[in-house]
């Protein structure tokens, strides 16, 4: 089966901090996907790649970065952690574009 | 890019009673479609997909259509369970590979 692992299930962080969110693949994935989750507004994609050190802006960039150093590796940072960045976060991969992506069991992040 | 419609919720039933939950999208080329389940605390895992015009997904009850002429694939069971309480994602993946998601559609079985 097909594993995406996200590093932590709850986080909870100070305000300015700088946050790493990690997620493991091990099914050799091209596209890995970050999205977070908050009530009401779905999902909304942060950043995604579709190789090794390739990264794009999704549609809530801003406050963010990534990086994608190994193909089974993606990793979600906040420069400078705030409290509206408070959200369920959710990680995803997927071999190719006509197959479903894989979701890690997310890691809800408390900024304080 | 590609967009995807759900109807509000929560939905609330009783058990054994029939679920719809309807699904538009729009979507760049010929999509493949999915319907997603997130139970409480967890991320999202497939529930069930289509990946042509006229196919049924099927998986633990549920049924979708994929239907190309009204652009929909509605989600169906005939007799829910208390189980069957979570939240559930429509998701087009058209001719970029990025999965697009609606807003949910939270689903509340009473026994």
């Known amino acids: 089966d097909v594993k995406v692992t996200q590093s932590s299930r709850y986080l909870v962080k100070r305000t300015g901090e700088k946050v790493f969110l990690e997620c493991v693949q091990d099914?050799?994935?091209?596209?890995m996907f970050w999205y977070r989750q908050d009530p009401g507004l779905g999902l909304r994609l942060i950043y995604f790649s579709y190789d090794v050190k390739m990264k794009e802006k999704g549609d809530i960039p801003e406050g963010y970065s990534v990086s994608r150093e190994k193909k089974e590796r993606f990793s979600l940072i906040l420069e400078s952690a705030s409290t509206n960045q408070t959200s369920m976060y959710l990680c995803a991969s997927s071999p190719d574009s006509r197959t479903e992506a894989f979701f890690g069991q997310g890691t809800r992040l408390t900024v304080v | 890019g590609d967009s995807v419609t759900q109807m509000e919720g929560p939905v609330t039933l009783s058990e054994e009673a029939f679920l719809t939950i309807n699904c538009t999208y729009t979507a760049t080329g010929y999509p493949s479609l999915f319907w997603y389940v997130q139970y409480p605390g967890e991320g999202l895992q497939l529930l069930l997909k289509?990946?042509?015009?006229?196919d049924k997904g099927s998986n633990k009850g549920f049924e979708a259509t994929y239907r190309k002429e009204t652009t929909s694939f509605h989600l169906e069971k005939g007799s829910v369970q208390v189980s069957d309480s979570a939240v559930y994602f429509c998701a087009p993946l058209g001719g970029s590979y990025i999965p697009t998601f609606g807003r949910g559609t939270s689903l509340i079985v009473h026994p």
């Open positions: 289509a990946t042509k015009a006229d």
């Open positions: 099914m050799d994935h091209e596209n």
